[in-house]
T-cell receptor, first 111, second 113 residues
């Protein structure tokens, strides 16, 4: 079965608010985690990644938090914009080459 | 240069037909991956190449699925005797080296009638 999963399938936020998308994983050996954004009709687009020896990583308007104790990953998007509307996937890799993706959360930004 | 490209973008096949899906990775990328994405689901790993060598095909759902990358660049995913359950988006991704970021193509949407 999948090693990652998402708590909520949909999330709606007002434009300008912060968004938090959560993800749980089950494989304690996972050592690399990635967040992808997928817009309709397109392939997944890399957003940000984090290795298991870190608990936080920041990018432009995005922050990923990793809690290895409870096997939880989150993506925070600051000042959410309409262009952020998409499906967001977390994925993990356990030393192997391929990624294991969760089901995804659909983020809708309300103008 | 350009990103990962895939063709065709859409394919409709009658059940029992064979199909071939093409992936052009980013030039110079050593690693190439195929994923299957069912509607409303996350991508699922099918197979992986390093140059022309297929190093992992553990995700291929049946022996009707076959992938090749004979010259270490373009890859083809072939599905023989297609079934309705094969309907999905097939995504190709490439990375410069094995542990680097994977860049995805737009996918081929396969519909089997």
């Amino acid at each position: 079965g999948e090693s990652v999963g998402l708590h909520l399938p949909t999330l709606s936020v007002q434009e300008g608010d912060n968004s938090i998308i959560n993800c749980a994983y089950s494989n304690s050996a996972s050592d690399y985690f990635i967040w992808y954004k997928q817009e309709s009709g397109k392939g997944p687009q890399f957003i940000i990644d984090i290795r298991s020896n870190m608990d936080k990583r920041q990018g432009q308007r995005v922050t990923v938090l990793l809690n290895k104790t409870v096997k939880h990953l989150s993506l925070q998007i600051a000042a959410t914009q309409p262009g952020d509307s998409a499906v967001y996937f977390c994925a993990d890799k356990t030393g192997a080459n391929n990624l294991f993706f969760g089901t995804g959360t659909r983020l809708t930004v309300i103008p | 240069g350009a990103g990962v490209s895939q063709s065709p973008r859409y394919k409709v096949a009658k059940r029992g037909q064979d199909v071939a899906l093409r992936c052009d990775p980013i030039s110079g990328h050593v690693s190439l991956f195929w994923y299957q994405q069912a509607l409303g689901q996350g991508p699922e790993f099918l197979t992986y190449f390093q140059n022309e060598a297929q190093l992992d095909k553990s995700g291929l759902p049946s022996d009707r699925f076959f992938a090749e990358r004979p010259e270490g660049s373009v890859s083809t995913l072939k599905i023989q005797r297609t079934q309705q359950e094969d309907s999905a988006v097939y995504l190709c991704a490439s990375s410069l080296v094995i542990y680097n970021e994977q860049f995805f193509g737009p996918g081929t949407r396969l519909t089997v009638l």
